[in-house]
């Protein structure tokens, strides 16, 4: 049997990272990413700016609706946070 195990990791104020929450379902698709997105609220999650993932179609689907953030690909940010010329932070506004 296959399943997926998500990790969300997020960046605090202070720009050091934090475990979020865990989650394990069987696939990655729009109902578990809402319902995982959704329980990260109800927690107090707030604030988010920009999601950071694989390119799955059930995260990119969801993070808009949730969280009212923006979303980037890894293949797409990667580059982006070699570039001294580039602020992410200027990205997620």
Do not use: C
């Not at 399943?3 to 698709?29: K, P, Q, T, Y």
């Not at 609706?65 to 001294?84: F, G, Q, R």
Request: aromatic residues 4%; glycine residues 8%; charged residues 20%.
């Amino acid at each position: 049997m296959s399943v997926a195990v998500i990790v969300a990791v997020g960046v605090n104020s202070d720009g050091r990272r934090e475990v979020l929450g865990m989650d394990i379902g069987l696939s990655e698709a729009e109902t578990f990413w809402t319902a995982f997105l959704r329980k990260l609220a109800r927690r107090g999650l707030r604030g988010v700016k920009l999601v950071v993932s694989d390119a799955h179609e059930g995260i990119k689907a969801t993070v808009s609706k949730v969280l009212n953030a923006s979303y980037m690909t890894l293949e797409t940010i990667a580059p982006l946070s070699d570039d001294p010329t580039v602020s992410l932070q200027a990205i997620a506004s």
